[in-house]
């Protein structure tokens, strides 16, 4: 029996057959026809456990889920503690918490004032309607090959096999240029009418090729000479993983 207070299971063949029933049935089939009956069960730094106590390392980390490792010491205090006190709040009116937060994203975010909060893929939706109400523009570029999440404006981002399947990849407000070609980059903001170019600083989902020299900066001087922003995807750069606070 594992029992884990909250639920339970007689084994982890019930857990294949309740996931495959309630959960995903596809992906669920996927890993055991490839013969990977793989459930995990405790966690901790980069280790993982599964139900038959097997031990692994974790050399995938779920991108930038688990920058800081899995069930961090530091960050699970942090939660226990705050949980005594707060819970999840009320957007409307000012926030202890939000507040102290804010304060310690800014200190160690150059150039910027403010921190905005957003749950997840959202931040990137966040970031093209703040971009598209601050030029009055709506056209958004992306490089080929890049990935940016599945939220709403996120996933037109994306090539086809992530814009497709949920009908957004016909529109001409999405555009997507080629990784380390400056000339058509150039091109596609001369005309003045691009919100925002977005960039994984480290093109992770596109397998980490090598930038050319000053490819980013180079992008940015671009946004800046047309008017358009420029949005970093830190989510698997970012919290340290390039070995300082943020990539950009």
């Given at each position: ?5 909250m639920f ?57 889920t688990f ?21 999840i709040g ?159």
């Open positions: 029996m594992f029992d884990y207070g339970k299971f007689s084994s982890k063949e019930e857990v294949f057959e309740k996931s495959e029933r309630y959960w995903n049935p596809g992906k669920t089939r996927f890993w055991r026809d490839a013969g990977i009956d793989l459930v995990i069960d405790r966690r901790e730094g980069y280790e993982l456990f599964d139900m038959d106590g097997r031990r692994l390392i974790d050399l995938h980390i779920n991108g930038g920058n800081l490792g899995h069930r961090n010491p530091e960050i699970v205090d942090a939660l226990k503690t705050a949980l005594d006190h707060f819970d009320n957007h409307w009116f000012p926030s202890m918490a939000r507040a102290a937060l804010a304060e310690a994203l800014v200190k160690v975010s150059p150039g910027f004032d403010y921190a905005f909060f957003s749950p997840g893929g959202e931040a990137v939706d966040v970031a093209i309607k703040s971009a598209r109400y601050t030029t009055k523009r709506r056209k958004i570029v992306s490089i080929v090959k890049g990935y940016h999440g599945h939220s709403g404006l996120s996933v037109a981002t994306g090539d086809a096999p992530f814009s497709k399947i949920f009908l957004s990849d016909r529109s001409d407000e999405f555009l997507q240029g080629q990784f380390n070609d400056r000339e058509a980059m150039q091109q596609a903001l001369s005309l003045r009418d691009v919100a925002a170019v977005i960039i994984e600083t480290i093109p992770a989902t596109n397998g980490f090729p090598m930038l050319d020299h000053g490819y980013n900066r180079a992008v940015k001087e671009l946004c800046q000479r047309y008017g358009a922003l420029y949005i970093a995807d830190e989510v698997q750069t970012g919290l340290l993983r390039t070995g300082q606070m943020w990539g950009w």
